[in-house]
């Protein structure tokens, strides 16, 4: 091989290799640093689009979740004024078999007639009863989306409690004004329609609960599937980085080893 002056081939090719070890040994510190497998978008262009649409898919599932959670208490909440309601309807069939035994005065019917009207009060209020500002019983129904795209909806049906044709509105009248108004089958058939508000709430109540179960499988999975893409293998990636690190230091050396060939031809010139 020649020997020369201007032009020091080895130094050249040991500093270029030098430049690579040590971007490497760069991008390797920095993956470890942060924890990320992509750290700026030219590592992975096409892994970082999934995962950022993988992400974004994850944080709504949990926004759903939470959604389906407020739907829940809103579901517990209403059932919890439906069972005060039954209690009410149970205490004033007790008052209307009371009230129809003839041995009774008419005080002692004045005194059933006034509890009477206390409970009706009390079943008016419960009608009116809200979670949060919204109204629990009325004819609208309530939609919840239950997966994060928004296109599976459950509807909470519209109950109204207040209603004569499937509430307790033939008892809160206010053409009732004693229990003498009534008939026990009046009582009855309020209570078998609280009965079936209770069991439709159960069954919309038991049909979330599967429905955030599923959201809860598929936000881990989602999660799962964007860490495979974006999060550094700790392991694989300190095995890198001693590799690159040793590289570094031998460049280093070559690199002033071959800085160094050039004094050859000095000591030729000089003889």
């Known amino acids: 091989m020649s020997v020369v002056i201007n032009t020091n081939f080895a130094a050249t090719v ?76 149970d205490r004033m069939g007790e008052l209307k078999t009371l009230y129809a035994d003839p041995t ?4 002692d019917l004045a005194n059933y007639d006034s509890e009477f009207t206390e409970l009706q009060t009390q079943l008016s209020d419960l009608a009116t009863e809200e979670f949060n500002s919204v109204s629990l019983f009325g004819s609208g129904d309530l939609s919840v989306s239950v997966t994060e795209d928004g296109a599976t909806s459950v509807s909470i049906l519209g109950r109204d409690l207040s209603g004569t044709a499937a509430g307790i509105g033939a008892l809160t009248d206010t053409g009732v004004a004693s229990l003498g108004d009534i008939d026990l089958s009046d009582i009855t058939t309020a209570i078998q329609h609280v009965a079936t508000f209770r069991a439709e709430n159960g069954a919309e109540q038991s049909r979330f609960g599967f429905a955030a179960e599923l959201l809860t499988v598929n936000k881990a999975n989602l999660e799962a599937a964007s860490s495979r893409i ?42």
Do not use: C, H, Y
């Not at 649409?53 to 208490?73: D, E, F, P, Y």
């Open 14 to 89: 040991a500093a270029n290799n030098l430049a690579a070890s040590n971007a490497s040994l760069q991008k390797s510190l920095n993956r470890l640093s942060s924890g990320s497998k992509i750290v700026t978008p030219a590592d992975d262009a096409g892994g970082l689009a999934v995962s950022m649409k993988l992400s974004a898919a994850a944080r709504r599932q949990g926004a759903v979740t939470t959604n389906i959670g407020n739907a829940v208490s809103f579901l517990q909440t209403q059932d919890g004024v439906l069972k005060v309601a039954g209690k009410v309807l």
């Open 104 to 107: 009774k005065s008419s005080s």
């Open 230 to 271: 974006t999060d550094v293998d700790v392991a694989s990636e300190s095995t890198q980085l001693a590799r690159w690190n040793i590289l570094v230091q031998s460049g280093t050396a070559m690199l002033s080893q071959a800085n160094q060939s050039t004094q050859i031809a000095l000591r030729l010139i000089g003889g």
